[in-house]
């Protein structure tokens, strides 16, 4: 959650900051902020992960709506 954006900046009480990720519940997020977290998500897997093992995201996105399908 952290690398795909979503955090808050809080304050330590050495005067630093930390990077606090986001509590999500998906029961209560619209379908549009639910898209974007997804989108991050995603994005961020894709570039630590999964571009090594696929051609490009193209055929991720095909390979998880096979295996939904299930």
């Keep these: ?18 990077k606090q990720r986001w509590s ?15 989108s991050g998500v995603t994005g961020v897997i894709w570039n630590e992960t999964l571009q090594q093992h696929f051609t490009d995201e193209r055929e991720m ?6 295996l939904l399908y299930f």
């Design 1 to 18: 959650m952290v690398k795909a954006g979503f955090y808050d900046l809080v304050a330590n009480p050495d005067g630093g900051t930390l």
């Design 24 to 38: 999500i519940t998906f029961v209560n997020m619209s379908q549009e902020k639910f898209d974007k977290v997804y």
């Design 61 to 66: 996105d095909l390979l998880i709506s096979r």
